[in-house]
């Protein structure tokens, strides 16, 4: 890093730009248009550099390491084909809004507009898919473009940045000195706004609270916890924001998700007030909007977000703050709590609704693995600081009902709904946190779409866990097929490797369970093998959700 004049090229000024921004990981598939990126990082031992094979599952990785450190995750790809691939990354920190920065090697300056090998503008694909889209057109403004989208990526509302870096760019030399390392802006509420909130509370009768959003701190989520036990507060984890507090808290209710259960619409409907922190109050959490219709609700409506755009621009709020979810908590808790909160009863009912939601239903599967036992398995038996991943498909109902998370960044799910996210995360997870227990839960279909980073895991010394839930199908798309066009079986049916040779060939561990009695013993088998390991759990194909079958 420089803060005295001398050339350096720009692969070097960036890589140095990155140090110096506290980046300590990336992840990549190697390209020859980032060239001197590469090269620079060979004497830069402090940046480890992970090599994935395929695009798409460096994306998924980097987004995941967002996700657990609050920090940028960095992907490097090169140009055309290597940035379409990692555009599903992209479009998953968006949504998600995980900080997250992808570089992409670009063709050379005097090239661009002429249709070159791999051209692609880049500014005209990501527009709608990151927060800033930007080309760096030569080497004295890296240092200037790097803070900048290290600020865009953590301030307000977290998401994506995309930077296109032209290979000669790259290459030119350039005296031009370091910033200082980025500071995130984000928004505390003001003493008006708690004071609002307060009033909402005292004149409620059944609120509600919705817990939501990302890169809260450990402090925030503590403050969140103490701010609900204070004020009997049931709380509601948005879609797949199950970490953000303990599940066996007394106050924790439940969890805005898809297919979401008849107690818990009940429950929403009937609240007078409800306080979404964080959250963006989308369409998954309130069933595509019939749940909560916009613009206004029935119920008084305390919006705290730290986009102060998204405020009011789908409901109208009654009390709107602009704030990290994590600033706005802490400052919550500090609040003198309600009295002898009115609602007590109807904050030990919503508990018990969810006690009761998350037993494994006697009626299980006629065959196979009953994945409701697994997955409670799972929840009592993994330390709690262990991290579960998922990506998407009917699978994950079981997971986000049956797990009960304990610590914050403990989940690693897509809000996204992008399938093949898991297996990727897991591996981000496992060498960010080697010291930690890292399970995937991961669909047949799922799994296969980045199968071959069983690879990365072992090249990196990444040890996870994985759980193929095998029903030789795409589940999601054949329930909505049976719903629809019952019978009339199309596209729908999945033929999988052996699974077990598969992950014996990569040198990982692998067994096939087809019993739910088989399950726990193998998991101890897989928990000591000491590498990267795959279960096959063969489940009941009619087994479509927890409650209901295909044939019915």
């Given at each position: 890093?420089?803060?005295?004049p ?34 620079a ?9 992970v ?38 990354g ?40 990151a ?20 600020q ?39 003493d ?5 909130v ?51 808290h ?7 998700s898809?297919g979401?259960?008849?107690h ?36 008084r ?21 602009t704030?990290?979810?994590?600033a ?24 018990r609704?969810?006690?009761k ?8 599967p006629?065959?196979g ?67 930690r ?19 990365t ?68 088998r ?23 079958r295909?044939?019915?």
């Open positions: 890093m420089s803060d005295t001398g050339t350096r090229p720009g692969g070097r000024i960036l890589v140095d730009a990155l140090r110096l921004h506290g980046v300590d990981r990336l992840f990549c598939v190697p390209g020859e248009s980032y060239l001197d990126v590469l090269d990082l060979y004497d830069t031992p402090q940046i480890a550099l090599i994935a094979k395929h695009e798409g599952a460096a994306a998924n990785m980097a987004e995941a390491d967002g996700k657990l450190t609050g920090r940028p995750g960095i992907c490097f790809v090169t140009r055309g084909p290597g940035a379409t691939h990692a555009s599903v992209v479009h998953t920190a968006y949504q998600d809004s995980t900080p997250m920065i992808l570089l992409v090697g670009q063709v050379q300056r005097s090239a661009r507009g002429r249709e070159a090998f791999q051209e692609v503008e880049f500014r005209q694909m990501f527009a709608p898919l927060k800033w889209v930007a080309e760096i057109e030569t080497a004295d403004r890296i240092p200037e473009y790097l803070l900048r989208a290290f865009v990526a953590t301030s307000g509302r977290p998401g994506p940045v995309v930077l296109a870096l032209p290979e000669d760019v790259l290459a030119e030399e350039s005296s031009v000195l370091d910033t200082r390392p980025f500071r995130p802006v984000q928004a505390t509420p003001a008006v706004d708690l004071a609002a307060r009033a909402e509370l005292e004149r409620a009768t059944q609120p509600l609270l919705i817990a939501g959003g990302s890169c809260w701190s450990d402090e925030g989520c503590a403050a969140l916890a103490r701010f609900a036990r204070a004020n009997a507060l049931p709380v509601l984890a948005s879609f797949r924001r199950q970490d953000l507090i303990d599940n066996d007394v106050c924790y209710a439940g969890h805005l898809l979401m259960p008849p818990l619409q009940q429950r929403v409907k009937a609240a007078d007030l409800i306080i979404a922190l964080g959250t963006r109050l989308g369409d998954v959490n309130t069933m595509t909007y019939s749940l909560l219709p916009p613009p206004r609700l029935s119920a409506l305390v919006h705290v977000h730290p986009e102060p755009t998204e405020l009011n621009r789908v409901y109208q709020a009654d009390v709107a703050v704030a990290s979810p994590s706005a908590a802490i400052r919550l808790a500090a609040l003198a709590p309600i009295g002898a909160p009115r609602w007590n009863a109807w904050t030990e009912s919503a508990r609704e969810y006690e939601f998350i037993r494994v239903p006697e009626a299980g006629r065959r693995v009953d994945l409701a036992v697994v997955i409670r398995h799972l929840a009592t038996h993994l330390p709690a600081n262990a991290i579960v991943a998922n990506g998407a498909g009917n699978f994950t109902v079981w997971v986000h009902r049956f797990f009960t998370y304990r610590q914050p960044r403990t989940e690693l799910a897509p809000t996204s709904g992008a399938m093949g996210y898991g297996f990727p995360a897991s591996i981000a997870a496992s060498v960010r946190y080697p010291e227990v890292t399970v995937c839960v991961a669909g047949d279909g799922d799994f296969l779409m980045y199968a071959q980073e069983l690879a895991a072992a090249q990196h010394g990444a040890r996870v866990i994985v759980l193929v839930v095998n029903n030789g199908m795409y589940g999601t798309i054949r329930m909505h097929q049976e719903r629809r066009f019952p019978g009339r079986v199309s596209g729908t049916d999945l033929e999988g490797p052996d699974f077990v040779a598969l992950a014996k060939s990569f040198g990982a561990y692998a067994e096939r369970v087809e019993t739910t009695d088989a399950f726990a013993s193998a998991f101890e897989a928990r000591a093998a000491g590498r990267s390991a795959v279960l096959e759990l063969v489940m009941d194909r009619d087994q479509i959700t927890p409650e209901r295909l044939s019915a």
